[in-house]
């Protein structure tokens, strides 16, 4: 497996917002030249304005990869692994504790299946997901702090049978970079700040990415590729 990581040409980059980022990353993607055919995936909801951006310039179709982390009982923001449609799941398994902690990494787990099935259904009302067989998956989202669900991202994707995954995002961590590294073909990065105690802070404007915004990205991007 290749360890490519496309390094940042400036350590720390504020981004207006995610479709300026988005434009951004679509250019340091277009130069990498990657292998057609093509498949651009966001990982909702932050993702998406991103990838449309990225998509629209490659000229690619567009689809949601649906993906959900699963945060500590304690301390939901602190990442423990992630899930991922249809049957992934990715723990840190650094993090070691009694059969109690077990049994509460399942429950949460077990309650974000529910909302992964709910966005399924909303995202891709009776629709199949993008055929990934052969094709090169460029999965995006808004930033990386753990890399959790970007790792289960990418290992759903080479279970759909994409002959080639590149994961990508304005910002990550350097934990998350590494992580991510280890895992995909190539990895994308415009910015690896040695610190980063949240995605929010690289971006001016981080307003939460409501339902309809997804719906409406994704409806833009499958009615230009409708017939191909």
Do not use: N
């Not at 990508?168 to 895992?183: L, N, Q, T």
Request: aromatic share 4%; glycine share 6%.
């Amino acid at each position: 497996m290749l360890q490519g990581v496309t390094l940042p040409a400036l350590p720390s980059l504020i981004f207006a917002d995610r479709p300026s980022a988005g434009r951004q990353l679509a250019e340091a993607v277009r130069k990498a030249h990657p292998r057609p055919p093509l498949s651009v995936l966001a990982l909702p909801r932050g993702g998406v304005p991103v990838a449309s951006e990225v998509a629209r310039m490659l000229d690619a179709p567009l689809d949601v990869l649906l993906v959900r982390k699963i945060g500590s009982p304690s301390e939901p923001e602190f990442a423990l692994g992630a899930i991922a449609s249809p049957d992934v799941v990715v723990r840190d398994d650094r993090i070691s504790g009694p059969p109690s902690d077990t049994r509460a990494f399942e429950r949460t787990a077990q309650c974000e299946w529910v909302e992964l099935e709910r966005r399924e259904r909303l995202y891709r009302p009776g629709m199949a997901p993008l055929s990934l067989h052969g094709r090169t998956a460029i999965i995006i989202d808004d930033g990386l702090a753990t890399g959790w669900t970007m790792l289960a991202a990418a290992r759903a994707a080479r279970r759909a049978g994409a002959a080639t995954v590149i994961c990508a995002a304005p910002v990550a961590s350097i934990e998350a970079a590494a992580r991510i590294g280890r895992e995909a073909d190539r990895t994308i990065f415009l910015s690896i700040p040695r610190a980063l105690s949240s995605v929010g802070e690289w971006y001016e404007d981080f307003s939460q990415v409501e339902d309809a915004e997804v719906l409406q990205l994704l409806r833009e991007t499958r009615d230009a590729h409708a017939g191909r």
